[in-house]
């Protein structure tokens, strides 16, 4: 793998838990896989005071606590962390930040490249771009910068376009950098490859051989110590319209020219722009949204959402959605896409349900076995594949039967982590796996009837902690005479997964 130019990493929220759990672990990684360049330096920004030497120290317990590390490894890999204080509202502070990475450069001759990541609240997204930009951090004259911004990327349609102005003022898009760990997992990339490096997959791709198609995203936890965002965030903003919405899209987008970034997000943003709009009745007869409750299990008592740190008492919030879903166009128009994400679920696992239509002959009939395909996201990464075989004895009834294929046979299987992958892919400038602006948008106005509609207090339904959601989800699918599957961690275990 080509390692990356020289370059300098500003980590804005240098002292927030993104930072300590997912940004520094991923570098130390690539670092020690000798994937980072040859010179490098990770600046950490924030408003709290440390020295160089007390971030280090900080991050080393970090590290140590959770990840196997090597000692030696790590202490070279703390020489390039730095830190500097700064109040990241003032745009007059941004002068002290500006000569650090002057003299960074000179000492790991970083060229100018470098990498700005927001790992903020979004209140910040708008405004450091702007402090940058006034004080020439933003100027490619020197070295390449690039900006990666966490979602959410908006709270609506209209504050999606409103950030997107005020980062475009200051930055290119092709220096923006989305960032959605979920299109960083291998398995989700892999959607790509196993479509269309496959010719016994892709001509059954679409509408004459698929019947319909589920997505499940489901967490077994509950918001946790996220109970003050996630209230003002809910299940469609947290997981629907991002992460959910860009699996979805690589399931049905078409066959890029080529595989580099704008052949590939052009096709992804084709296939956003074809979601089926959705009318107020559209809404009422296909969308479920859901609130957990408190339940017990196996004597353990599970707290309701309302019960949760942080949630208002009379929350609203949804942590379930549920949804029956269209793509107008030629591949997919008539097969629904059943989408469904939750919190305190039976298990954590995100899935892809490929079912296919049943065999016309009338031998079978009513009886003939499902063929489906399912690709595996996490946990136990993998591909099952289920169809009919004959039973054992006289006659000729069928009964399904699976193959199935684990990421973890592999011999290689030391895959990059999400954030691994995407990092590097910034460095390198490569941004496949980013959201392009024009997908954003399409996003957003489709997800943007959905936020108008759970206003109304009367769409939210409850659902027991520990069990698959509200029983109105499950007759979405009952209305047109099919289940939910109910996935278990482990891929290839087909029985019904409960708490």
Known sequence: MVQPENNAIVIFGASGDLTHRKLIPA???????????????????SRTEYSDQDFREKLKISLTETEKVNEETLIKFCEHLYYQALNTSEVAEYALLKQRLGDLNDKHHTQGNTVYYL???????GVIPECLGAHGLNDETHGWKNLIVEKPFGYDLASANELDERIHAHFKEQQIYRIDHYLGKETVQNLLVFRFANGMFEPLWNRNFIEYVEITAAESLGVEERGGYYDGAGAVRDMFQNHLLQVLAMVGMESPAAINADSIRDEVVKVMQSFQPLSEKDLEKNLVLGQYTDSTIRGDHLPGYREEHGVADDSRTETYVGMKMFIQNWRWNGVPFYVRTGKRLPTRVTEVVIHFKKTPHPVFGTNAPENKLIIRIQPDEGIL?????????????????????????????????????LL??????DATLFA?????????????????YKENPEHLFGYA????????ADELLQGDERNWRFPCKNLTNTDYCEL
């Open 385 to 421: 594949m289920s169809f009919g075989l004959k039973k054992p004895g006289a006659g000729f009834e069928a009964e399904e039967v699976s193959m199935d294929f684990h990421y973890g046979d592999l011999e290689e299987t030391n895959m990059l982590t999400a954030y691994e992958r």
């Open 465 to 472: 902690a520990g069990t698959w959601g509200p029983k109105e």
């Open 424 to 429: 590097l892919d910034c460095m390198k400038g």
């Open 27 to 45: 570098f130390y990684h690539l670092y020690a896989n000798g994937l980072l360049p040859e010179d490098f330096a990770i600046l950490g920004v």
């Open 119 to 125: 790992a903020t609240p979004p209140s910040l997204y």
């Open 436 to 452: 392009r602006t024009d997908a954003v948008k399409a996003c957003w106005k489709f997800v943007q009837p959905i936020l108008d």
